[in-house]
């Protein structure tokens, strides 16, 4: 309704306008029911600053129910008994299915010996994100046929590719008049499955190459136990720093560092520090065998076979490495390494960028918070930034839940996501 009625806003702008609004403060002392007239009140108010017309508006803050809001709606020449979102589910669905008939199409007319290859070289979501950004409300008002999701695809096709199978468009409501007019025969849209599905193949095994140290890799289960020889050949022996377990913390470093790549950022155009983003569970796992293999290196290189090697890790993914090693992944670290008298309970932390947030599971807050009054048993926390790329960077960490330390560290969401303050 509100995108038929302020034209120069997407629906999703409007959408999430409306979660935004807010409970005002004096109707709690001054109301003990909140009427329908008072909510309408609020939200017109709030869509006013946005265009809404003037006689729309008016019309709102008259209604005393939900049949009065949907006369007023009707009366307007709107539907305010369809679902924007319903629809929007509705018509990506009849559009996926148009778009996947279509490059089946294209694949015949290409092995016709045709020219036209801009549907076969583009995947179906690639073009349904396409079709989705030229039309971002038109899709969510009203549902579209056949006939509706060939012009929105012509429109968006026509900018990548010209010549007959896209003119045919122009001449075709419907996917059999395009068949009719292209003089395809089934025979030949079914010699097309081979190659639509080899393209599919392709495609899957193009979307598991992940660049880890420079270098492509193929991010599947079966393959990470050839991690660690990537990731050591990309990052020779002599790019590999030296940690020292009694430096408790190296935030004042590490801030320098971070300070002077936003500078070097800014100077380049380009922003020193990269938004989070969610990342797939297949991410998440490659990170985080990386980020062991890393610090498995780095513990190895400062302190000798003698005191580091496969028993001092502890956590499943050690296992892609040494299959036959004793894990734990309930102890709440990755790595126990005694030396000195002391014992060192290390959890290694990674990004995939320069993020200095990163979370504890259960049992390392059970651990940290264990250990943190001890003196021979100390827990630290090694965060490994960058961790896919050829310079990952590292910082040793002293137990956050250390009452001498606490102050370094902010604690958002019960305490589980961690973010340390850097000097």
């Given at each position: 309704m509100l995108v038929k009625g302020v034209l120069e806003e997407d629906f999703e702008v409007i959408d999430a306008s409306i979660d935004e609004i807010e409970y005002p403060d004096p109707f709690a002392a001054k109301y003990w029911h909140i009427e329908i007239s008072h909510v309408m009140m609020v939200a017109t108010e709030a869509f006013m600053h946005r265009g809404l017309e003037e006689i729309l508006a008016k019309s709102l803050t008259t209604v005393d129910s939900l049949r009065d809001l949907t006369?007023?709606?009707?009366?307007?020449?709107?539907?305010?008994?369809?679902?924007?979102?319903?629809?929007q589910t509705t018509n990506s669905a009849v559009l996926k299915r148009l778009l996947s008939?279509?490059?089946?199409?294209?694949?015949?007319?290409?092995?016709?010996?045709?020219?036209?290859?801009?549907?076969?070289?583009?995947?179906?979501?690639?073009?349904?994100?396409?079709?989705?950004?030229?039309?971002?409300?038109?899709?969510?008002?009203?549902?579209?046929?056949?006939?509706?999701?060939?012009?929105?695809?012509?429109?968006?096709?026509?900018?990548?590719e010209q010549g007959e199978f896209i003119d045919s468009f122009a001449v075709s409501e419907t996917l059999a008049e395009l068949l009719m007019y292209l003089e395809l025969s089934q025979e030949e849209l079914e010699a097309a499955l081979p190659a639509l599905e080899k393209q599919r193949r392709r495609k899957e095994v193009e979307k598991q190459f992940v660049q880890v140290a420079g270098k492509p890799f193929q991010n599947t289960e079966d393959n990470l136990e050839q991690l660690w020889e990537h990731i050591a050949v990309c990052v020779d022996d002599n790019r590999v720093i030296d940690l020292q377990l009694d430096d408790s913390l190296m935030l004042e470093e590490l801030g320098r560092k971070k300070r002077s790549k936003k500078r070097k950022g800014k100077e380049g155009g380009k922003a020193g520090v990269k938004q989070?983003?969610?990342?797939?569970?297949?991410?998440?796992?490659?990170?985080?065998?990386?980020?062991?293999?890393?610090?498995?290196?780095?513990?190895?290189?400062?302190?000798?076979v003698e005191?580091?090697?496969?028993?001092?890790?502890?956590?499943?993914?050690?296992?892609?490495?040494?299959?036959?090693?004793?894990?734990?992944?309930?102890?709440?670290?990755?790595?126990?390494?005694?030396?000195?008298?002391?014992?060192?309970?290390?959890?290694?932390?990674?990004?995939?960028?320069?993020?200095?947030?990163?979370?504890?599971?259960?049992?390392?807050?059970?651990?940290?918070?264990?250990?943190?009054?001890?003196?021979?048993?100390?827990?630290?926390?090694?965060?490994?930034?960058?961790?896919?790329?050829?310079?990952?960077?590292?910082?040793?960490?002293?137990?956050?839940?250390?009452?001498?330390?606490?102050?370094?560290?902010?604690?958002?969401?019960?305490?589980?996501?961690?973010?340390?303050?850097?000097?």
């Open positions: 006369k007023v709606l009707e009366d307007k020449g709107l539907e305010p008994d369809l679902d924007p979102v319903e629809i008939k279509l490059r089946q199409m294209t694949i015949a007319w290409s092995l016709r010996g045709q020219t036209s290859l801009g549907l076969r070289v583009h995947g179906v979501d690639d073009l349904l994100n396409r079709v989705l950004v030229a039309d971002k409300n038109d899709i969510y008002l009203e549902l579209w046929d056949e006939s509706r999701c060939l012009q929105k695809v012509a429109k968006t096709v026509g900018c990548i989070r983003k969610t990342i797939s569970q297949a991410m998440k796992k490659l990170i985080g065998v990386a980020e062991e293999i890393h610090a498995y290196r780095v513990l190895q290189r400062s302190y000798g005191y580091v090697g496969p028993s001092n890790r502890k956590s499943e993914n050690s296992l892609y490495l040494f299959p036959k090693n004793k894990v734990d992944d309930g102890l709440g670290c990755d790595f126990i390494i005694q030396k000195d008298g002391k014992t060192y309970y290390l959890e290694v932390k990674a990004t995939q960028g320069s993020d200095e947030m990163f979370e504890l599971g259960s049992s390392e807050m059970r651990l940290a918070i264990e250990l943190a009054k001890e003196r021979k048993k100390q827990f630290r926390i090694i965060h490994i930034l960058d961790a896919l790329s050829e310079t990952p960077e590292m910082g040793l960490f002293s137990n956050p839940y250390n009452r001498a330390h606490k102050s370094n560290y902010v604690f958002e969401k019960a305490g589980m996501r961690v973010r340390y303050v850097l000097s």
